[in-house]
């Protein structure tokens, strides 16, 4: 658990160990600027990372989206920025490093601890935003979509251009799903689908 939206870090880690949490050149300009300055933090803000184990306040936002082992643009930080003058958990399935000698299996400890701390965190969180990072594939992303869009907490970024699209947008459209193709559009989306569910809105300072 943190109350502050964590930085990539130096530090001697293993050859197997990879950092996905790191600035990944954003070619297309995905992601708005952010406001300078930024909100002050509320003081209930919590922004938490696996594999520890989420703190929860009344309402929580769980950011699913394209991490692509680190290939990703970092969109998770930068929405967790623009969140942060809010009273909830943010829930960032994207921790630091990565161990790449684990294996995708059921079996192997670190995968498993990964995965069920995802999951944990989609049931529980109040609102699930996913972002379809265009110059990703995405598989699991897409799991996520397919198993949360009948839920009532989801909304959606998929960019021109994202390979799946056209699935994403129909899936969204059948189910009621709130589907933009900004990320400076599914901000307010989020917060609209927060008051909806009964959080009073501070306004950022």
């Known amino acids: 658990m943190a109350s502050t939206i964590s930085t990539p870090t ?4 293993p050859l197997s160990v990879i950092n996905i949490d790191g600035d990944i050149p954003d070619i297309d300009n995905q992601l708005p600027f952010l406001p ?3 909100p002050d933090p509320h003081s209930d803000f919590i922004y938490c990372t696996p594999p520890e184990a989420p703190t929860y306040r009344p309402f929580s936002v769980f950011l699913a989206g394209s991490i692509e082992m680190g290939k990703a643009i ?3 930080r930068h ?3 623009y969140l942060q003058h809010l009273p909830l958990t943010v829930l960032n399935p994207r921790r630091g490093h ?3 000698s684990a294996k995708p299996s059921p079996s192997d400890q670190t995968f498993r601890t990964q995965v069920e701390w995802e999951l944990d965190a989609l049931n529980k969180a109040t609102v699930i935003c996913f ?3 265009k110059n990703t594939l995405s598989p699991v992303t897409l799991l996520e979509l397919g198993l949360w869009a009948k839920s009532g907490k989801v909304v959606v970024c998929c960019p021109e ?3 799946k699209g056209g699935n994403v947008r129909l899936v969204c459209e059948r189910e009621g799903v709130p589907c933009v193709g900004s990320f400076g559009d599914l901000v ?4 609209k689908m927060l008051g909806e569910k009964g959080m009073e809105i501070p306004e950022a300072n």
């Open 10 to 13: 130096t530090t001697t880690v």
């Open 36 to 38: 300078s300055p930024l």
């Open 74 to 76: 970092n969109w998770q």
């Open 79 to 81: 929405m967790s920025h």
């Open 98 to 100: 990565w161990d790449q």
């Open 131 to 133: 972002f379809f990072d």
């Open 161 to 163: 251009g994202y390979w």
């Open 188 to 191: 307010p989306e989020i917060v």
